[in-house]
């Protein structure tokens, strides 16, 4: 390829954008991303009607390419230390491996940092650990089964 040639495109973090969704709109990449395994299964949980509850986004232009939702709970084995929980963190299946994950973990590691909380949590999937590491959470021993996959608990410092 000649230096005049044009370089092929390719979509990347720069081309994203987080911000707040209701939560109607992270039902559909709930459903295909985290529930396609077990079709049918709910993909609402009763964290989803609490107060606190808050959605995220992340757009390329106007298309939503992921989600994950955020609520106020503490870590396992950090009782009483202000802590954000999240879940259903899906990226669009064709955009995966393209910031749109990372750009929603930083989005909510700052909000959850300006509101006070000192970890930020989840239950991660083992085929996503690797990308909780690199975002900075630390992997909890125990293994255990949740939606017929093993998981660990993830935990992030945001203080
Ligand atoms: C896991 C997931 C949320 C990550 O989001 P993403 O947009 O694909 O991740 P990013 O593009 O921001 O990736 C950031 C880095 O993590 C890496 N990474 C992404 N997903 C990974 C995975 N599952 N395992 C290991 N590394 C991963 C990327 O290669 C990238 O590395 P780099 O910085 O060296 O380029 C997304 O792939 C997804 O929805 N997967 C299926 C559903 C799922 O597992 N959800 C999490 C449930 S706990």
Known sequence: MSQSDPQPLRAGPGDIAVRDVALSATKDLRARVLRNHIPGSPAHTPS??????????????????????????????????????????????SEQGTGAGSALMKEVIGRARARGDRLLWANGRDTALDFYVRLGFEVADESFTESNLPHHVVVRRIS
Do not use: I
Not at 49 to 72: C, I, K, N, Q
């Open 48 to 93: 989803d009607d609490l107060a606190d509850t808050w959605h995220l986004g992340a757009f390329r232009g106007d298309r939503l390419v992921g989600v994950v939702t955020v609520f106020p709970q503490d870590a396992p084995g950090h009782p009483g230390v202000p802590a954000q929980r999240f879940r259903f963190m899906a990226v669009e299946p």
